[in-house]
C-alpha cells in the first residue's frame, strides 16, 4: 500500500516538476498540404520554404512565418500562406484578454482583434507522439450553409495538443485547448501546420525571446475587417 | 503662350492614356484574382461561402493576387506547381 501511494506521489511530482520547468517555448511549423482538389495525398506533402515561428510562455503567444534565405519556391509557395489563412502576425496574451492579427493588405496595415475562443474542441482519446511528446487529438466542426450548392457543408479543424507543454496557443490563431498544439489541421485536412522543432526555455535559463504586441496598422474587429477587405479586394473592379 | 498650349496638350494626351491604360489593367487584374481567388477556395475544399464569411480569407486571398498580378503585371500567368520538401 504504502509502496503504491509512493509510486502516486513520485509520478506527481515528476509530472509537476516538468510542467513548471517549461518557462517559455519556440516551436518551428511546416506547413504541407493534405488534398487537393483532385489529389488526397497519402502522407501529407511538406511545402518548401514555408515555415513559421511560434514563441509562447504562459500568458501570451505570438505566431509568424519566418523569413528564409531561400527563395527558390517562394513564388510557387507564397499563396499558401494567404489561402490558409497564416499571413501576417498571429498574438494572443490571455492576461489582457486579446487576440489579434496584424496584417497587411493590399499595402496597408490593419490590426483586427478576434474573439478570444472562437472554436468549440471535442477532445477525444486519440494520442500518438509528436517529437517526444504525447499528444491528444481534439477537433472542431464549423457548419456554413452554402447557397450555391443550397446545403450546409461541415468544415473540421483538428489539433494534437500537449497537455504536457501547458500553454493554451497554436498555429495560425488555432487555440483554446489545455496544452499547446502541436499539429493542426485545417478545411477539413486541406492544410498542415506540423512541428518541426521544439525548443524549450526553462527556469533558470536566459529568456531567449520576447513575445511583442503587434501594434501597427488600422484597428478593427473581425467582422468589421470582413467589410474592409472586401472593399480593398474589390477596388480593381 | 502657343508652345504652352502645346505642352498642356501633350500633358493631358499621357496622362488620358495612362490612366486608361491603368483602368485596362486593373480590370484584368481584378478578374484574374477572381478567378485564382476561386480556384484557390476549390483548391481547398471549402465553399465561398465559408472562405467568405467564417474566415474571411476569400477576400484576403483576392486581395494577395491582385497585388501579385499588378505587381508583376502578370494577368493570365500560369500557375506555379507547388515546390515540395
Given amino acids: 500500500m504504502f509502496g503504491k501511494f509512493n509510486c502516486i506521489i513520485i509520478a506527481f511530482l515528476c509530472v509537476f ?148 507543454i501547458p500553454f493554451s496557443f497554436g498555429p495560425r490563431g488555432c487555440d483554446g485547448l489545455p496544452g499547446l498544439i502541436l499539429e493542426a489541421s485545417f478545411y477539413s485536412g486541406s492544410i498542415y501546420f506540423v512541428a518541426e522543432k521544439i525548443t524549450i526555455y526553462s527556469e533558470g535559463d536566459k529568456k531567449g525571446f520576447d513575445i511583442v504586441r503587434p501594434t501597427k496598422g488600422k484597428e478593427m474587429t473581425f467582422d468589421e475587417s470582413l467589410i474592409y477587405v472586401r472593399k480593398i479586394s474589390n477596388s480593381g473592379n | 503662350m502657343k508652345k504652352m498650349f502645346s505642352l498642356l496638350l501633350v500633358v493631358f494626351f499621357l496622362s488620358a492614356n495612362t490612366l486608361n491604360a491603368f483602368n485596362i489593367d486593373s480590370q484584368d487584374c481584378a478578374a484574374y484574382a477572381t478567378q485564382a481567388a476561386n480556384a484557390e477556395v476549390a483548391e481547398l475544399s471549402i465553399t465561398q461561402e465559408f472562405a467568405s464569411h467564417i474566415n474571411g480569407e476569400y477576400d484576403r486571398i483576392k486581395s494577395y493576387w491582385l497585388g501579385y498580378c499588378e505587381g508583376s503585371n502578370n494577368a493570365g500567368a500560369e500557375a506555379l506547381q507547388p515546390g515540395f520538401i
Wanted: glycine share 4%.
Fill in chain 1, 17 to 164: 516538476s516538468s510542467y513548471s520547468q517549461i518557462e517559455a517555448i519556440e516551436v518551428t511549423y511546416s506547413q504541407a498540404i493534405g488534398k487537393t482538389r483532385d489529389t488526397v495525398y497519402t502522407n501529407v506533402k511538406k511545402l518548401a520554404g514555408m515555415n513559421y515561428s511560434l514563441k509562447a510562455n504562459s500568458t501570451s503567444a505570438v505566431f509568424v512565418r519566418k523569413k528564409t534565405m531561400n527563395n527558390d519556391y517562394y513564388a510557387a509557395n507564397e499563396h499558401y500562406m494567404y489561402s490558409s489563412g497564416a499571413s501576417g502576425i498571429f498574438y494572443k496574451n490571455l492576461e489582457t484578454n486579446e487576440k489579434l492579427r496584424e496584417e497587411d493588405i493590399y499595402g496597408e496595415k490593419i490590426l483586427v482583434s478576434y474573439p478570444m475562443n472562437d472554436l468549440d474542441w471535442v477532445i477525444t482519446k486519440d494520442f500518438k507522439m509528436i517529437d517526444d511528446f504525447l499528444v491528444y487529438k481534439a477537433y472542431s466542426v464549423q457548419k456554413e450553409f452554402s447557397k450555391t450548392h443550397n446545403k450546409e457543408f461541415e468544415i473540421v479543424t483538428t489539433a494534437w495538443f500537449a497537455p504536457k
